[in-house]
């Protein structure tokens, strides 16, 4: 069964920083993320954002369309398909993807303004309706 994980913060704007340290450990233990965006236009500006953050690490990933994705570890995206990452999912959109239930582990994001907080009890109601384990970590 798939293991659903939110972490909860109230500092605005950690979202992108805190997807990269998930991702970044996750890559360490050597599993393969997919980083799943609400569009393109996110996505793209995610991936260069994972370019710079931290200035002193590196994060081997790439946008889901190139042609490496499916040979690269971290893999940041949009849309319907995840391509061939099935362990490590990392949900930046509002919305529980319909490819959820395919992954290992679900790390779901609630982190600032109050319609962000929102959508994200709405998802963990959506995993909790559905049987799902679900973890919170405070941060």
Partial sequence: MTEVLFY??????IRA?????????????QRRVYVHTASEQDAQALEALFWQQ????FLPHVLANDTIAAGTPVV?????DPGEHHDVLINL????P??????????EMICGDPEQRNSGRQ???????RGYPVQDHHL
């Fill in 98 to 107: 319909d490819f959820y239930s395919r992954f290992t582990r679900v790390a």
């Fill in 17 to 29: 920083r805190l997807a990269w340290r998930i991702a970044e450990k996750a890559w360490r233990q």
């Fill in 8 to 13: 909860i913060s109230n500092t605005p704007g």
């Fill in 76 to 80: 940041v995206g949009f849309g319907d």
């Fill in 54 to 57: 931290p200035a002193t690490a």
């Fill in 93 to 96: 959109s509002t919305t529980v």
């Fill in 123 to 129: 998802r963990w109601k959506f995993y909790r309706d």
